[in-house]
């Protein structure tokens, strides 16, 4: 299938048009037409080798929504026609025990990328979503509810899923009080689901200028953390905090907020790793933890929820020769609160 996408030639160079081939389908692989493809903070790590050596040429992009165009001789989970979207793998091995749990994220041997690494072939390289159109096995895409914006629902296959995932993971809901540490492309997904989970909410940000967004997507509480001292006189009383954000931070204060086995969970990748206050820790048999993304089966539950609540990521969608830009934007966190690129204008 010949393509049409953008891509990062060398480590750090601009995105350029690139024309290329997908597989021709298996039996069991349906083909999509993208019609949109979130640009990810990650995707800009790696783009730019910040996350060590990486496969070039690179299309990236693992937030992908798009239509069903053909299917192969065996599929059976979807028909021509079909609304789908694909995550942040394409394959894993399987047959481990984190596969057969539906958790392939965690897959024993490794996941496979949807871009950036080689196919479980060991020699394909994968392309990601930064294109016009998709080839994946049926196992590892998932459908997209009828009533949902497509632009919308691009980020949730991976910002969207990221935070769904520990929300769940550590019981979010009615009764519980929950804490999302950032105000971006994935905070701002945290705040909506803890808010739709029935949770108390509150929203930590560095920008007092967020306020009213916060407010306005559901939080209860809305604190800015730029002066020590308003955190410190905050009750103890977090189940669950969520830390979003990728800057090298003191997470002491957060953690001083958690009750009792409250945990804080890491999603952000900073740049070094965390000082740890360990008297903090055992002071209230807290936890630190860590979680990424969500296997297929809690992704399209996600998705699910996503469509009884009408909960879609808040979106600035572009054209494809906008994507350089969009990349510095991100860096400076000026998007409210995800980009998307129009894959019809590829």
């Known amino acids: 299938m010949e393509t049409k996408g953008y891509a990062v030639l060398e480590a750090s160079k601009p995105l350029v048009p690139y024309q290329f081939s997908r597989r021709e389908l298996r039996p069991t692989?349906?083909?999509?037409?993208?019609?949109?493809?979130?640009?990810?903070?990650?995707?800009?790590?790696?783009?730019?080798?910040?996350?060590?050596?990486?496969l070039f040429p690179m299309v990236p992009g693992?937030?992908?929504?798009?239509?069903?165009?053909?299917?192969?001789?065996?599929?059976?989970?979807?028909?021509?026609?079909?609304?789908?979207?694909?995550?942040?793998?394409?394959?894993?091995?399987?047959k481990c025990a984190s596969c057969k749990a539906g958790l392939e994220q965690y897959c024993i041997e490794g996941m496979t990328g949807t871009y950036n690494g080689y196919e479980r072939d060991g020699k394909t390289i994968a392309q990601g979503g930064y294109s016009d159109a998709f080839v994946v096995d049926q196992d590892y895409a998932v459908t997209i509810p009828s009533n949902l914006d497509m632009a919308g629902v691009a980020p949730?296959?991976?910002?969207?899923?990221?935070?769904?995932?520990?929300?769940?993971?550590?019981?979010?809901?009615?009764?519980k009080?929950?804490?999302?540490?950032?105000?971006?492309?994935?905070?701002?997904?945290?705040?909506?689901?803890?808010?739709?989970?029935?949770?108390?909410?509150?929203?930590f940000s560095h920008s007092p200028s967020k306020a009213q967004d916060a407010k306005d997507m559901g939080a209860h509480d809305f604190v800015v953390t730029k002066d020590p001292a308003t955190l410190a006189a905050m009750p103890k009383d977090f189940d669950l905090i969520l830390n979003?954000?990728?800057?090298?931070?003191?997470?002491?204060?957060?953690?001083?907020?958690?009750?009792?086995?409250?945990?804080?969970?890491?999603?952000?990748?900073?740049?070094?790793?965390?000082?740890?206050?360990?008297?903090?820790?055992?002071?209230?048999?807290?936890?630190?933890?860590?979680?990424?993304?969500?296997?297929?089966?809690?992704?399209?539950?996600?998705?699910?929820?996503?469509?009884?609540?009408?909960?879609?990521?808040d979106?600035?969608?572009?054209?494809?020769?906008?994507?350089?830009?969009?990349?510095?934007?991100?860096?400076?966190?000026?998007?409210?609160?995800?980009?998307?690129?129009d894959a019809s204008k590829f």
């Open 156 to 175: 949730l296959l991976c910002a969207g899923i990221t935070l769904y995932s520990p929300l769940k993971n550590w019981g979010a809901g009615p009764g």
């Open 244 to 313: 979003t954000v990728s800057a090298d931070m003191d997470l002491t204060p957060f953690l001083e907020r958690l009750k009792l086995d409250g945990t804080l969970v890491l999603i952000g990748l900073p740049g070094k790793p965390y000082e740890i206050s360990t008297p903090t820790l055992l002071a209230q048999r807290r936890s630190i933890a860590g979680s990424m993304i969500g296997g297929i089966a809690q992704t399209q539950e996600m998705l699910n929820f996503c469509g009884e609540h009408s909960i879609v990521s």
């Open 315 to 341: 979106v600035e969608v572009i054209q494809p020769d906008y994507i350089n830009e969009a990349y510095e934007r991100t860096v400076k966190s000026d998007v409210k609160y995800r980009f998307v690129i």
């Open 29 to 54: 692989d349906v083909a999509l037409r993208i019609d949109y493809a979130g640009i990810c903070h990650s995707d800009i790590h790696q783009a730019r080798e910040e996350w060590g050596p990486a």
């Open 177 to 203: 009080k929950v804490g999302i540490i950032g105000l971006g492309g994935l905070g701002h997904m945290g705040l909506k689901f803890a808010v739709a989970l029935g949770a108390h909410t509150t929203v």
């Open 62 to 94: 693992h937030e992908i929504a798009g239509v069903v165009t053909d299917i192969g001789s065996a599929v059976t989970k979807f028909k021509v026609g079909d609304r789908i979207g694909v995550g942040v793998f394409i394959d894993s091995c399987r």
